[in-house]
């Protein structure tokens, strides 16, 4: 493979024309302010390799804001600006473009957040985490196109490798630990080898990480399109026991993904809940509090830990829908799905299945109005009714709406064979 190919046209070819007028519109105005304007870092990468990929990430040696700021008053969209990084996220027409000053980083301690301050494309380049991410093109109208490569991104390109910048890279930021696991197993590369080394030297870093940005990193991988091969690698690299030594990057793990996505669309929270299946509660909530894992994601990892008791009793074919129902009534879907994926019990699996396909969807005709218009008194009695009509429709006891009302006819009748629970 060859990269002397026109970077520029190539560029004009990838990108929609909306996006590409933006990028154009951008690249005329840094110049009329005597700015210097590259497209860096992913969008480069993937430009390339012939990979589509419309997140375009520019850098202006100059000011990025007073940019953004231009770009918004002449061209109209909308902009958000993040003054402490000097950056700026510019809208319109349905895309989006983020312009960032050219800047040099340093490092006080590891895993902590870099200092600052301007610096040149090269500098800009040099504070990135792969040689193939640290490749820059000239968007300015004289030298469109121009690659600038100083560390060998395109070579390593070429040869499928994934390579730190330098030796300290993982030291100062361990999410290039996961990231770099990422990417080579996203484009099937391998991680050569001096940077192989040192990863396995540093992964205790990954000790050094808040737990939001270790936690944005695990999200990543599990956005990827086959993630099970990212947590395969980081076992085999001695990562994945950095998160909780019980987590296992397996055949097991690889095979409930792929029937993960065979039962439904790729979703992350239902392969975090696969990821964490084997932890004790113990463990499950260590992991929450490292990562800061909140909201759905952490109650689904709750839930999924809590079913696994539940298992023997789903393993019951005389089990009624509605026993099924009441037992899983309130958790995640995901901690369900993840549950009939994982179960050693065929049959409870199919019981979880039946819940989240088609149970937990079900309700009565009848409602609280029609209830009272029955005859019902206000209060607790409609919340116990409209259960038990939910009851009778899931264990196909009742089939139209005048069922439902025979049985309420009956319970107000007072009958006790037929009054509800
Ligand atoms: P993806 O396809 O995963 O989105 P991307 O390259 O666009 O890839 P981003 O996470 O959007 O990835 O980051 C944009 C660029 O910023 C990267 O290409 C890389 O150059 C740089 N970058 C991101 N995270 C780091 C990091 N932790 N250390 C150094 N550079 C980073």
């Known amino acids: 493979m060859s990269y002397s190919v026109n970077i520029a046209s190539q560029l004009e070819k990838s990108l929609p024309d909306e996006l590409l007028a933006l990028v154009r519109a951008a690249a005329d105005l840094a110049k009329a302010y005597g700015q210097r304007l590259y497209l860096v870092g992913g969008s480069i990468r993937d430009l390339l390799l012939g990979r589509r990929n419309l997140d375009i990430d520019l850098v202006v040696e100059g000011d990025a804001l007073e940019l953004a700021h231009l770009l918004t008053k002449i061209y109209g969209g909308d ?10 996220k ?33 500098d800009d380049l040099f504070r990135r985490d792969f040689t193939i991410n640290a490749m820059a093109v000239r968007l300015d109208p004289e030298n469109l196109g121009e ?19 330098y030796p300290n890279s993982f030291i100062d930021d361990a999410t290039r630990i996961l990231r770099a696991i990422r990417y080579e197993q996203r484009l099937g590369f391998h991680l050569e080898p001096s940077t192989e080394k040192l990863l396995r030297r540093d992964v205790t870093m990954m000790d050094t990480l808040s737990g939001d940005r ?27 026991r950095m998160l909780n030594p019980s987590l296992r990057g397996d055949g097991w793990l690889a095979e409930r993904f792929e029937q993960a996505r065979q039962l439904t ?28 894992v909140s909201g ?8 999924t830990i809590r079913l696994k008791e539940e298992i023997p009793t789903l393993a019951d074919t005389s089990l009624s829908p509605s026993s099924i129902y009441r037992l899983l009534e309130g958790y995640s879907p995901q901690a369900i799905l993840a549950t009939s994926l994982a179960s050693p019990s065929p049959i409870a699996s199919s019981n979880l299945i039946i819940y989240v396909n088609k149970l937990r969807y079900m309700r009565p005709i009848l409602n609280g109005e029609a209830l009272k218009k029955m005859g019902v008194v206000e209060g607790p009695r409609i919340g116990e009714m409209l259960r038990a009509l939910l009851d009778a429709r899931l264990d196909g006891r009742v089939e139209t709406k005048g069922d439902e009302e025979a049985l309420v006819r009956g319970w107000l009748k007072g009958q006790a064979s037929s009054s509800p629970p």
């Open 79 to 88: 902009l958000i600006i993040h003054p402490r990084f000097g950056t700026a």
């Open 90 to 122: 510019f809208r319109k027409a349905g895309f989006a473009i983020d312009l960032a000053t050219a800047r040099l980083e340093t490092y006080k301690r590891p895993g902590a957040l870099p200092k600052v301050v301007p610096g040149s494309i090269r």
């Open 147 to 165: 690659l600038l490569d100083p560390y060998g991104g395109s070579d390593d390109l070429e040869k499928g490798l994934i390579r730190i910048l």
């Open 214 to 240: 270790l936690r944005h990193e695990i999200e990543l991988i599990l956005m990827e399109v086959r993630p099970e091969k990212a947590f395969l690698r980081s076992e085999e690299l001695g990562v994945l």
């Open 265 to 292: 669309k790729p979703d992350a929270t239902l392969y975090l809940s696969l990821l964490i299946y084997q932890l004790s509660e113990e463990e499950n909530e260590g992991l929450i509090q490292r990562l800061k």
């Open 296 to 303: 759905k994601m952490a109650k689904t990892m709750r839930d």
